[in-house]
């Protein structure tokens, strides 16, 4: 997932693919429908084939409709391409193109987290604190790796756990190996639309906190040694994937189910190989199986712990002891293609103030026959159906399939709900702002603050989005609220004012819950029970440093 602004860095901006890529590979790009979302010609991400080899695999799910997991590494193959798909785009990285390193020595005060800022150690039975809530959108909590720490990016979307090497200078800590550590000299790398980062895998030491226990054990995970445009200072130096294992390998099954063939092959074998921190945390501790617990608060991007309060708490293991944070049971959803937090929705409905449900079409056909029609989502790594995931990397609502994003805003403008987007707009048609927003969006635009409006209403009386998500239980569903001002965003507005909150893209596995859809509730992420659930979060005002976001949940 991508822990920068969201869709693009700042001083991005929106390109066809011939504008970053040659000819060829931009006609293979467009046929599939991408835009790219840009860095400024400074910061374009880059790797090294020699410094990072290992980019020939994808990390991330394309959201694209119609076109198989196997097609698209064919092409991968073919055009030299490493694809890492994400966003309203494609995070790549083009083989041959030289790093910008960031290799200087590291200042001695961020050696300890006792010295960083939003660093804490503190936990209960509302867990450990998060440290920060980046300015890109990202949450980032204090990890101990070695002799050293790291504060690293939560991300439910991906696998790989890396943290940054000392020869980093920057505000947040970094790793120091400790005397036992172990390099094994296999090139580690990933890539993103907004940066990078290479390195080598090394074996060390990782301290971890739960509301019951403290766990230390050894994992493989990165050193980064080089980077562009991938750390955010003094708020992150690391990431840290919570996906499942198979994520790594496509979940293709001749590497395994935890992909120790693939591990194998490049020279990582057996307990060597670099498993995703939560399930190297389950190997140390037998009986450990605990589902992830994530509790985001819906605070301004860049802020850090204040006092008592933070932006959020989070467990690795025993999320739902974490009992101070939530005060309901908890629903859950089946994980149907593990490797991401793959779920399918069954339908979505508006529901108003006042209690009463609106039905939405949706493609000229019910909601509820749009998301079951049979043959229509397309298939992920192990050829099951899906079509959602919720990803904790990404920042801001997430994304939409189009045609779903067209329904809800005519939903909205059925009920009177609708953008002002000029004095004279009272005037118009409503459909005409959405008209304006939607054009953008299939553009390739997210509105963003260039696009802040104000409302027909008060956003409090805008309807709520109620999702019917498949439950483990055969033929359940369990109902998962959307709250209007997660659709809707004041983030980057003048007072009063608001803009379209999710990315938008093609295919049916353009629907994606970001983290501020999660930050209405406390969250957890069943990897045992191969199952993602929510409950009633604990006041936030309580427990959050400050929130942007109008909440009402029942």
Not at 303 to 318: E, K, L, Q
Request: net charge neutral; hydrophobic share 35%; aromatic share 10%.
């Amino acid at each position: 997932s991508n822990p920068f602004l969201h869709p693009c860095s700042k001083g991005a901006g929106w390109a066809m693919p011939s504008q970053i890529v040659s000819l060829p590979i931009a006609a293979m790009l467009i046929a599939l429908g991408i835009c790219m979302c840009v860095p400024p010609a400074h910061a374009m991400p880059t790797l090294n084939a020699d410094k990072a080899s290992d980019t020939h695999h994808v990390t991330k799910q394309q959201h694209l409709d119609g076109h198989s997991y196997s097609e698209m590494l064919t092409q991968a193959a073919d055009t030299a391409i490493n694809f890492n798909f994400k966003a309203a785009g494609i995070e790549y990285a083009a083989k041959g193109a030289p790093v910008a390193p960031m290799a200087v020595r590291l200042s001695s005060s961020a050696h300890h987290a006792s010295n960083a800022r939003g660093m804490s150690s503190r936990s209960s039975n509302t867990g450990t604190q998060v440290s920060n809530r980046g300015p890109g959108d990202d949450y980032n909590v204090a990890i101990q790796v070695g002799d050293g720490s790291a504060l690293v990016t939560l991300d439910t979307g991906s696998t790989k756990f890396a943290v940054a090497g000392k020869q980093f200078v920057q505000g947040a800590p970094v790793y120091y190996p400790s005397p036992n550590a172990i390099n094994t000299g296999v090139v580690a790398s990933n890539s993103y639309v907004s940066g990078s980062w290479s390195g080598y895998y090394v074996r060390d030491t990782v301290v971890l906190t739960s509301p019951t226990k403290t766990y230390a054990f050894t994992s493989t995970f990165g050193n980064i040694t080089q980077q562009v445009t991938f750390f955010n200072t003094e708020y992150s130096s690391g990431i840290t994937g919570l996906g499942f294992p198979c994520l790594a390998c496509f979940c293709k099954q001749s590497y395994g189910p935890n992909c120790e063939n693939y591990w194998k092959s490049i020279g990582l074998p057996g307990d060597m190989s670099p498993q995703p921190l939560v399930q190297t945390l389950y190997k140390a501790n037998t009986g450990v199986t605990g589902p992830v617990g994530l509790y985001l608060c819906p605070v301004q991007p860049g802020t850090m712990i204040d006092n008592s309060r933070a932006p959020g708490y989070y467990t690795f293991v025993d999320g739902d002891k974490a009992t101070g944070l939530y005060q309901s049971s908890i629903a859950w959803a089946k994980v149907v293609a593990p490797g991401y937090f793959a779920i399918n929705i069954q339908n979505v409905e508006l529901e108003m103030p006042d209690g009463t449900v609106k039905t939405i079409t949706i493609d000229n056909m019910p909601s509820q026959d749009f998301f079951t029609q049979q043959g229509r989502w397309s298939n992920n790594i192990q050829n099951i159906s899906h079509n959602s995931i919720f990803d904790s990397g990404w920042g801001g609502y997430g994304s939409m399939q189009d045609k779903v994003a067209l329904a809800i805003m005519s939903g909205y403008k059925l009920q009177g709900c609708y953008p002002i987007l000029s004095s004279s707009e009272s005037q118009q048609t409503p459909l005409a702002g959405w008209d304006l927003i939607y054009q953008l969006l299939q553009q390739g635009t997210l509105p963003g603050p260039n696009y802040c409006f104000p409302l027909s209403k008060p956003i409090q009386e805008w309807p709520h989005l109620r999702y019917y998500l498949q439950a483990p239980q055969s033929g359940k569903s369990s109902l998962l609220y959307v709250s209007p001002d997660r659709v809707l965003t004041s983030v980057g507005c003048p007072s009063g004012q608001f803009t379209w909150a999710p990315n938008m893209g093609p295919g049916p596995t353009s629907n994606v819950f970001g983290n501020q859809v999660q930050s209405q509730y406390m969250m957890f992420f069943d990897h045992a029970n191969e199952r993602v659930g929510w409950a009633q979060p604990t006041d936030h005002k309580a427990l959050c440093p400050g929130e942007i976001y109008i909440e009402k949940h029942d």
